[in-house]
């Protein structure tokens, strides 16, 4: 059987070390060891772990970027609620498999602060996926497919955290798993948010307008029937 190109076997060493020990215990020096190549062979295809560890998110894991970079683009013939239902399925699967590479970290505090300059300097980070759904939603505001003063950044934190929450909030559950199948969670997240993003315009306030309540019924007189009106001055 014909050995797999030398950058292959990195790749997926990278990414059979990172989803079982975690990307903080992972090194170049085991990734080498497991892929049948030297240290030194590793550094020819990738500068750093945190290049190697965006190979793995965008060549291994599910495409959550490249939808999203797509969609900004071109949101193409399905309506904004099923393209949000797909980015909501995509993103939940991309972070049940990069939580649990990613959360190591958090236990090095010098680890962490290391990986995220390395992530600036690539200019990467798990700030992007919101970035490029806040972008694509504005593209469908400019479109007139989304309400006018709808928060497109609000609105992408709220599904994409929606869909971290879904990689780890039920591993204590009894059931050690989420309430609803992925496709019926991308469906009725998606069909949630939109309530607020199609939701006519006109019906809103602006932020920060005060609440006005609609005019009730009159008050009562002394003898139980309307007050009568006030007099003119």
Do not use: W
Not at 202 to 222: D, H, I, K, Q
């Amino acid at each position: 059987m014909e050995q797999k190109p030398t950058r292959v076997r990195i790749v997926d060493a990278a990414r059979d070390l990172m989803g079982t020990v975690g990307l903080a215990r992972t090194t170049t020096k085991e990734i080498a060891r497991a892929a049948g190549c030297s240290e030194a062979a590793l550094y020819k295809h990738f500068t750093s772990k945190e290049q190697l560890f965006l190979t793995v998110l965008t060549e291994r894991l599910p495409g959550l970027g490249g939808l999203l970079e797509a969609l900004a683009v071109d949101p193409g013939g399905r309506t904004v609620e099923e393209n949000l239902t797909e980015v909501a399925r995509q993103a939940a699967l991309f972070y049940g498999q990069t939580f649990p590479i990613a959360a190591s970290l958090y236990a090095e505090p010098r680890l962490k602060a290391r990986h995220d300059a390395a992530m600036r300097e690539l200019g990467a980070g798990p700030h992007k996926p919101i970035e490029g759904l806040a972008a694509y939603l504005r593209a469908e505001q400019r479109q007139g497919r989304v309400a006018p003063d709808a928060d497109p950044q609000a609105a992408a934190a709220l599904l994409l955290g929606a869909c971290v929450q879904r990689a780890f909030a039920y591993e204590a559950t009894p059931e050690g798993e989420p309430p609803q199948p992925l496709d019926v969670f991308a469906r009725a997240l998606a069909h949630t948010l939109m309530r607020g993003l199609s939701r006519p315009a006109s019906r809103r306030s602006p932020p920060g307008a005060p609440c006005v309540r609609p005019p009730g019924p009159p008050s009562p007189g002394p003898t139980g029937g309307p007050a009568p009106p006030a007099p003119r001055r």
